[in-house]
């Protein structure tokens, strides 16, 4: 599709990815396959800028037709406008006066297509980028990430999710260890994580502890060796983060007010301003919800409600991230599990679509103030122009990671890849 900001078609571009690729393969035409995918492997780790994700995800279906994708004046449009944005060319909902602020930094796809219309099964192939199977579950986004990049060495947890809604992130076959921890509204602290008795007196408890395990342990069966040092594991990370000074970047209560305003007096405000702190602080990757988005009925005043509060947070997030050097080092993620319908039903609502709907992309090697595909105006057709299926979203994140999608581990006794996906060079810089 042509962008708004070149009036030059795709196939005039070459992007960064392909033009590496194009350099490293014309001097090594004789390697053999296995040879080829290793080297592919390296260039995608050598490209890939981004070391963390943020995902703003919006539970419940947020309406495209009333945020990054208006038709104002098709007669779907239910009476609702669309502004001016930073971008020439590029429209969005009037609902999103600062989003279109900084829509410069942002790529729009507004052709995602995914083969799931319930809310559960939808949301599981929203954020792992495969539909649910009854064989194996596969792993979100940032378990993802956090399994294929270094352990970035920090002491509090990696993968958190703030606000979390009914299908939290988690680890799938990668394992529990890898599922989100899970945190509320920011402005309160983590419950039970400080000590709540002198530090002498906690030693002296774990201590006692160890002697009965290690009494425990000895003449069991060895298998169970494994089980024990995963516990004791997990019983290290835990006192190590009740002591870290790190675990202030989930509370920001005590941030001046000048920090804390532009985002929004609302939990969501709060917990996209503690994202920003966890990614400072070095955590991989920081997923926040903002529930309510199902209008199946009265949807102009539900969107409209919910726009309020997502405009300021996700714009102050932007534009935080950028100022702090930070926005070319996280990808962050605005979605939701599907979009509504272009048609009204009967009780001034639109119910599930996910025959085309938008997805938000920035930072971490995304282009800027670009859009990607095109939904009908006249909510006629199902199939959008240039559709992006959702684990073509996965594997481009992935890529942009420095992620090779390819990879492969055996789950459930059977190979399983990270992304079925093909990676959309158009979207990258």
């Known amino acids: 599709m042509i962008s708004p900001e070149c009036p030059c078609g795709a196939a005039d571009h070459w992007s960064r990815r392909t033009l590496l690729k194009a350099a490293g393969l014309s001097g090594i035409a004789w390697l053999t396959p296995l040879a080829d995918r290793l080297a592919l492997a390296a260039e995608a780790r050598s490209v890939g800028q981004a070391r963390s994700v943020i995902l703003l995800w919006l539970a419940g279906g947020a309406s495209q037709l009333d945020t990054f994708d208006p038709h104002p004046d098709s007669p779907v449009a239910q009476g609702a406008k669309a502004i001016d944005t930073s971008v020439k060319g ?104 400080r000590a709540r008795v002198p530090e002498e007196r906690e030693a002296r408890r774990r201590a006692g502890l160890d002697a009965v395990e290690k009494a425990f342990a000895r ?35 005590d ?66 991230l950028r100022r702090r050097g ?12 599907f979009g509504r319908t272009p048609k009204v039903n009967g009780i001034d609502g639109r119910d599930h679509w996910p025959h085309g709907f938008s997805i938000a992309l920035a930072g971490g090697g995304f282009r800027r103030g670009h859009v990607v595909g095109e939904t009908d105006p006249h909510g006629e057709k199902k199939e959008p122009a240039d559709k992006v299926p959702v684990e073509d979203i996965h594997a481009t994140v992935q890529h942009a990671l420095g992620i090779d999608p390819a990879t492969e581990y055996t789950a459930g006794q059977r190979p399983v890849i990270l992304s079925d996906g093909r990676v959309r060079e158009n979207l990258l810089l």
């Open 90 to 193: 590029i429209r969005l909902s009037e609902n999103l006066p600062q989003t279109a602020e900084i829509l410069d930094e942002v790529t729009l796809v507004r052709s995602v297509v995914s083969q799931e219309g319930d809310h559960e099964r939808a949301t599981y192939a929203i954020k792992t980028g495969y539909r649910p199977s009854p064989t194996i579950v596969h792993p979100s986004i940032g378990a993802v990430v956090c399994h294929e990049l270094h352990d970035p060495g920090i002491d509090i947890p990696t993968h958190v999710s703030i606000l979390t809604g009914r299908w939290p992130a988690r680890g799938g076959h990668f394992g529990a260890k890898y599922d989100a921890f899970q945190i509320w509204d920011p402005v309160n602290d983590i419950p039970d994580v």
């Open 219 to 253: 003449g069991r069966d060895p298998k169970l060796e494994a089980d024990r040092t995963l516990h004791l594991t997990n019983m290290a990370e835990a006192r190590r983060m009740m002591t870290s000074e790190q675990i202030a970047a989930f509370n920001v209560a």
């Open 255 to 320: 941030l001046p007010e000048s920090d804390r305003a532009p985002y929004g007096d609302t939990p969501f405000g709060r917990g996209c301003l503690a994202a920003r702190q966890l990614i400072e602080a070095g955590v991989r990757c920081v997923e926040v919800t903002l529930t309510g988005w199902d209008s199946h009925a009265n949807n102009l005043e539900t969107q409209q409600r919910q726009c309020a509060v997502l405009d300021a947070a996700y714009a102050s997030l932007i534009r935080d």
């Open 326 to 337: 930070l926005l070319e080092s996280t990808v962050v993620i605005c979605g939701t599990e």
